[in-house]
């Protein structure tokens, strides 16, 4: 599913972009959800030879345009304040894998576009100018 697209590219400014991110993820989750829960299971369970815990990261999809060129662009367009554009990035993926995919697991009935709208707030307070 690599390159896979969200419909960000044309929406500007108000935070729809990173909605759309994080909406468009909810949704690609719940339509993929066995997928979802397959990774995290094999990551949460995955060990070496000797027995001990891996740490894996297990990326299913890039969308386009990237969380980092989405927070970029909002950098140039002074929407948002200087900060460390790869941590941020980092968080955002964070967030969504472990508020929503975790989620989706414990409850599959979860209301991801719920979520996806609370972390669009969250990162809307801490990032905007």
Not at 61 to 66: G, I, N
Not at 90 to 100: K, L, N
Request: net charge neutral; proline share 5%.
């Amino acid at each position: 599913m690599a390159g896979a697209r969200w419909p960000v590219s044309s929406v500007k400014s108000c935070g729809l972009d990173r909605a759309y991110y994080l909406t468009g993820t909810a949704r690609y989750i719940l339509e993929h959800r066995i997928l979802h829960v397959a990774i995290t299971e094999i990551a949460f369970n995955a060990t070496s030879a000797d027995g001990r815990p891996l740490a894996a990261a297990v990326p299913v999809a890039a969308p386009e345009p990237s969380v980092e060129d989405i927070l970029r662009q909002r950098q140039r367009d002074g929407e948002f304040r200087d900060f460390d554009v790869g941590a941020v990035a980092g968080v955002v993926r964070s967030a969504v894998t472990h508020a929503m995919v975790m989620a989706q697991r414990a409850h599959p009935g979860a209301d991801l576009d719920a979520c996806a709208g609370e972390l669009v707030r969250l990162f809307d307070l801490g990032i905007r100018r």
